[in-house]
């Protein structure tokens, strides 16, 4: 790696860049493959240089092992920013909650999915049928019908496009880092098509095994970035949000 990537924007909240370094820092201090951050201000972030290379398979375990591990590092409660920020957070562009709680389905649901179904409604992105699955989901989520893990160090947005490919291994960029579910990082990495995810997978299990039943869980966590999505990007979202949101009401009945 060398110095030299920059990113410079006028038209930001001057917590932007902010937000994004301090989430790197907290990721690296758990032990998080991310990159390094060279300098920050009000309108920019410079991060260390990154040469993309190919995918491998030994790089997707060796990922998947690191990315446990950063999990492992912990949070103080579900929603908790980094240690030491208390600005504002966002995802992609979208100002994120750094509302706090105890348990993880009370927050899920308040915090992170339903904040985005009155802008996908509005934008005309969420049909109502759909809304009110995502809205009868969230109920069984936050009514502790999902609890179990305490609170992980989650990279929090993390799609194949913030998993940059090196010669050293996976380095993560552009995190919306909080305190969540280990699974709902890898049902990001899921829904948007991730090169060798088994690989990874099998790199996690192999340093933290995940709860039985995983599997099924993954529409559960998909369910914020489907709904961050059908608020900006398109009906498409609006309709995997209510698929995702009904299997999800299923498989809480079984």
């Known amino acids: 790696m060398t110095r030299g990537f920059r990113k410079d924007r006028r038209d930001v909240d001057p917590d932007f ?15 998080g493959p991310v990159v390094e951050v060279v300098d920050v201000g009000d309108d920019f972030i410079e991060l260390a240089h990154l040469t993309s290379t190919r995918p491998t398979a030994s790089h997707a375990r060796d990922f998947g092992g690191a990315l446990a591990r950063m999990h492992d590092a912990g949070a103080a409660e579900f929603g908790s920013p980094p240690d030491g920020y208390d600005g504002r957070q966002f995802i992609g562009e ?40 995502t809205r009868e989901a969230c109920a069984l989520v936050a009514g502790g019908a999902f609890d179990d893990d305490p ?10 496009g913030n998993v940059l490919w090196t010669e050293r291994g996976v380095v ?22 991730c090169p060798l995810l088994t690989e990874i997978v099998a790199g996690y299990h192999a340093e933290h095994p995940l709860r039985p039943g995983w599997e099924d869980r993954v529409a559960l966590h998909q369910l914020h970035p489907l709904a961050v999505h059908a608020a900006g990007h398109g009906p498409s979202y609006g309709t995997a949000l209510g698929s995702a949101a009904r299997a999800c009401v299923a498989l809480a009945g079984r």
């Open 172 to 193: 993560l960029i552009d995190p919306a880092a909080h305190g969540g579910h280990r699974e709902t990082d890898l049902a990001m990495l899921a829904l948007f098509g």
């Open 151 to 160: 609170p992980a160090r989650l990279h929090g947005d993390l799609w194949t």
């Open 17 to 31: 860049f902010r937000a994004e370094a301090a989430g790197l820092r907290w990721l690296r201090d758990g032990g």
């Open 94 to 133: 979208r100002p994120l909650s750094t509302r706090t709680h105890e348990r993880w389905g009370e927050f899920y649901a308040e915090e992170r999915v339903l904040p985005y179904l009155p802008p996908a409604i509005d934008a005309g992105y969420l049909e109502p049928e759909d809304a009110e699955a």
